[in-house]
């Protein structure tokens, strides 16, 4: 089966003439097309904003892209906060979901009046001291085994056993404290699953949240101004994978806010997602060369990319599917383990993935690199992170991230100590 790429093989050769392989490209058009269905599903309700997930893909231009669309940015660390800055969001923006923070980084947060969500109630007393008490705050929600982990939960892990969020005493109590503190604005957050493609999770994951709203609204008597689902709406890595059913879920949890926030003539909160992968997940693109051929017990394709530009097949043995450009329609013949250049043995894109029958110098198409794809890049063995390409709207193509170099690599080395 195949998957369809944004571009034709003589446009990819053109830009290859331009730009070195291996190098990562993003489709413009997909990526708003993706933005605006995910709010259209959710048009019906009185106030959605997804908060893009910047982890995913830190890029200015994309970051403007997405704002471009109406996104606000979720951000979790001080250079993802600085990131934001320059890009010119700020404020309400910005959602800062962060764990184990340190205190420059609640100082950035806010001084950019960013919406901080707490992971843990013994960060009150620690942003009290070092920074304040904002005028909004949230607390991130772990309900531990009353909610199983979704698809992924090795990613993300079991609730009970994943280190992010409070408990739900730890809720009424963190919010109570909160409200002595003087704090009128209230916002929850949870995040549960990753790359989840079974939509009713979600709604299972709005349901818990309205309830508790619900409790804590009446119990504490306050009232929240949004409750955000979090991330983690998964995307067809294979080809034969049904794609995430927004429409559906948008309109499941639509019934819910109806009967449960609604019902209870709870002030209507603001409807908040922080999705990061679905939005740009499958409009990346890894692309390389072969470089080598090698035939031993199996038959490895050499690339000129490794898993420092891609770690998820690696990390998680994640599927990422390869085409072989402009060979397309040609039988998959051959079972071949497509390799990089690492000292590792784990740095294999593919192990066992029937292919066409591949020659040295052709090229070959990583699919859904666009999130979590050049983010993750490291430098270990020396490998350096590939540069970053945009096929814009009109046709265009903008280099946004150069490659890195050697001196790139050198530069935080003291070679005279
Ligand atoms: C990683 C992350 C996201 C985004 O996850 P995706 O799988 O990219 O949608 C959202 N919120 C938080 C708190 C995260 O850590």
Redo the contacts with the bound molecule.
């Keep these: 089966m195949q998957k369809p790429l944004p571009f034709t093989k003589k446009q990819l050769e053109t830009i290859i003439k331009q730009h070195p392989t291996p190098f990562h490209i993003y489709d413009e058009a997909g990526i708003r097309k993706t933005a605006r269905k995910l709010a259209r599903a959710f048009s019906g309700f009185p106030f959605f904003r997804n908060y893009f997930?910047v982890?995913?893909l830190p890029n200015p231009v994309i970051m403007k892209i997405l704002v471009d669309e109406g996104m606000g940015m979720?951000a979790?660390s001080y250079a993802e906060l600085m990131l934001c800055e320059r890009v010119g969001i700020t404020g309400e923006n910005i959602m800062f979901?962060s764990n184990d923070t340190p205190q420059e980084e609640y100082e950035k947060a806010f001084e950019l009046g960013a919406m901080i969500n707490l992971d843990d109630i013994s960060h009150i007393d620690y942003l009290e001291k070092h920074v304040g008490i904002p005028k909004i705050i949230c607390f991130r929600y772990n309900p531990g085994s009353l909610r199983k982990g979704g698809a992924h939960s090795h990613i993300i892990g079991k609730p009970e056993e994943a280190k992010f969020g409070a408990t739900r005493k730890q809720l009424f109590e963190g919010y109570a404290i909160m409200k002595k503190k003087g704090v009128k604005r209230f916002g929850i957050h949870t995040?549960l699953a990753?790359?989840e493609l079974d939509y009713r999770y979600f709604v299972e994951t709005a349901r818990m949240l309205f309830e508790l709203i619900k409790e804590l609204s009446k119990r504490l008597d306050i009232s929240f101004e949004f409750v955000n689902l979090?991330?983690?709406?998964g995307i067809p890595y294979r080809p034969q994978e049904e794609p995430f059913d927004l429409d559906r879920m948008a309109k499941d949890i639509g019934k819910l806010y109806k009967e449960i926030i609604l019902g209870a003539r709870l002030p209507p909160p603001k409807l908040f997602m922080?999705?990061?992968?679905?939005v740009t997940g499958p409009h990346g693109y890894l692309v390389s060369k072969v470089l080598h051929l090698k035939k031993t017990y199996k038959n490895f394709i050499g690339l000129d990319a490794c898993m420092a530009n891609l770690m998820r097949p690696a990390m998680y043995g994640a599927y990422h599917h390869i085409t072989v450009l402009g060979k397309e329609d040609k039988p998959t013949t051959t079972l071949y383990d497509v390799v990089g250049s690492l000292c590792e043995n784990n740095d294999k894109f593919a192990i066992d993935r029937r292919l066409p029958k591949v020659k040295i110098h052709d090229i070959i198409v990583i699919h859904d690199t666009g999130?979590?794809g050049h983010a993750m890049g490291f430098n270990y063995n020396g490998k350096l992170r590939t540069s970053e390409l945009l096929l814009k709207k009109n046709g265009e193509m903008k280099l946004i991230r150069r490659a890195e170099t050697v001196e790139d690599y050198f530069a935080t080395l003291n070679f005279f100590a």
């Design positions: 997930a982890k995913a979720d979790s979901t995040m990753s790359n979090g991330g983690g709406i922080e999705n990061g992968r679905m999130g979590h």
